[in-house]
């Protein structure tokens, strides 16, 4: 086999057989096809798109070309849920504990902020002492002791999505339905569970912009995850504007400890408290979503939830009792006010504009080796629909220092829009897709 026939093959258009992709995976992995080789292929994948057998074989491919996560010996049911990516969103820390005292157990492996979406191991590191780095025996021990633990993705997983996804952000080639279905699936499938939520954020803050392309990604992670033996949930929710009021890093665990007591905001909690009741009823754990719905708001009312929570910080080295303390205070000393230029109602707070803000403000990363800040970010007095006049704050916006305001602000001033009407409200949760 050579290279180059497979490139011409899927550049004109055709189905590629399991041979050819494991060729290319395979020797792309071990090093025998060069990097121009492999970067032509993808951009041919990504005009010419991949039949379901090819997104099957090729997520399987990419799987086997590391281990999988072991959780033998430890009692399930497994179920994990997957966010595609978004500002604001900390639903991880919150929807974990919350499965976890409903009986699931989650075997979380997530990833760091890039671009303009945030990352679940930042957050968690903004927490005094907390290591996101666990090797596979402390993994198996807080997972079966806490119900959940939180890990990042360790080289021994998915070594060809490693390669690929990094030469796929600097080809142009990230937005591909069938390579993002591969990339997030194989990584997903390694960490042994059984059952999978995927959250597919749509609108201008996610990688999907339209109802339609998160539709499109949703119905591919679905019929691909079945295929390879698991219960799968797809949960198109949006992201027109950055989810709850805090964004950051610790500010975000700031607001999921308030989701855990009870005190979080409306839309944190409707995505949250659907997408937890999604992962009992793969699990097994409810009849349907309804009554998973109340299993979940139950186990935060009862306070079983943030007890998990607490208890997780507390096994993975974090100082429970320090991390209280600085809820309300740690904050960069450089801020400024992002204030209403005029009377009338918030249409919308643009979240594309605020997370690459952030990446300004030291929230995020442009590169994988960049340094985030713990105490910068994003608190939200008022959001889209809130009627306001004009000099009203609208946010206090945090930086590491004075340039990084600086930089930042034109992105900030311009992801508000003020109207003369109050907007149309439009749901959360657009479209779930079940195959259990
Ligand atoms: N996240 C992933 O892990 N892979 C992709 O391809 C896109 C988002």
């Known amino acids: 086999m050579r290279a180059v026939d497979i490139i011409m093959k899927k550049r004109d258009g055709a189905e590629l057989s399991r041979e050819e992709l494991a060729f290319i995976v395979t020797g792309y992995v071990s090093g025998d096809i060069p990097e121009y080789q492999v970067s032509s292929w993808l951009m041919a994948v990504f005009f010419r798109g991949m039949s379901f057998r090819e997104t099957a074989d090729l997520t399987e491919l990419m799987l086997r070309s590391g281990s999988v996560m072991d959780l033998s010996g430890i009692a399930g049911p497994f179920v994990d849920k997957h966010s595609t990516g978004g500002v604001g969103d900390k639903v991880s820390l919150v929807l974990a504990p919350i499965a976890a005292a409903c009986g699931i157990r989650v075997p979380m492996m997530s990833g760091r902020a890039l671009g303009h979406t945030g990352g679940t191991l930042d957050k968690l590191e903004s927490i005094p002492g907390y290591t996101t780095r666990l090797d596979e025996k402390r993994f198996r021990e807080y997972l079966e002791r806490d119900g959940f633990a939180m890990t990042g993705q360790t080289d021994a997983i998915v070594p060809?999505?490693?390669?690929?996804?990094?030469?796929?952000?600097?080809?142009?080639?990230?937005?591909?339905?069938?390579?993002?279905?591969?990339?997030?699936?194989?990584?997903?499938?390694?960490?042994?569970?059984?059952?999978?939520?995927?959250?597919?954020?749509?609108?201008?803050?996610?990688?999907?912009?339209?109802?339609?392309?998160?539709?499109?990604?949703a119905n591919s992670l679905v019929k691909t995850g079945q295929a390879m033996g698991k219960r799968i949930v797809g949960v198109i929710t949006d992201m027109t504007e950055p989810l709850g009021d805090k964004v950051g890093n610790f500010l975000e665990v700031e607001e999921s400890i308030d989701c855990l007591k009870g005190k979080g905001p409306a839309d944190m909690m409707e995505v949250t408290l659907r997408l937890s009741a999604w992962m009992l009823v793969a699990g097994g754990k409810a009849r349907d979503v309804a009554e998973a719905e109340s299993m979940c708001r139950e186990a935060v009312d009862s306070g079983r939830a943030y007890e998990l929570f607490e208890r997780n910080v507390r096994s993975q080295g974090g100082d429970a009792d320090r991390m209280l303390s600085l809820c309300g205070s740690y904050r960069s000393g450089f801020s400024r006010e992002l204030k209403a230029p005029s009377a009338g109602w918030i249409e919308s707070i643009d979240a594309y504009k605020i997370g690459l803000a952030g990446v300004y403000l030291g929230v995020g990363r442009n590169k994988t080796t960049d340094p985030v800040a713990p105490d910068v970010g994003f608190v939200f007095s008022r959001k889209k629909g809130a009627k306001?006049?004009?000099?009203?704050?609208?946010?206090?916006?945090?930086?590491?220092?004075?340039?990084?305001?600086?930089?930042?602000?034109?992105?900030?001033?311009?992801?508000?829009?003020?109207?003369?009407a109050a907007p149309a409200t439009s749901p959360l949760v657009i479209k779930e897709i079940t195959a259990l």
Not at 186 to 213: C, I, N, Q, R, Y
Request: overall charge negative.
């Open 160 to 217: 060809a999505d490693k390669k690929l996804y990094s030469l796929r952000d600097v080809t142009a080639t990230v937005e591909s339905v069938p390579l993002i279905t591969a990339s997030i699936l194989s990584k997903k499938v390694a960490e042994g569970a059984e059952a999978l939520v995927f959250d597919v954020k749509s609108g201008p803050g996610a990688f999907m912009k339209t109802v339609a392309d998160a539709e499109r990604l």
């Open 388 to 420: 306001v006049a004009a000099g009203d704050t609208i946010a206090t916006v945090y930086g590491r220092d004075a340039a990084s305001l600086d930089a930042a602000w034109p992105l900030v001033s311009g992801s508000l829009s003020i109207g003369a």
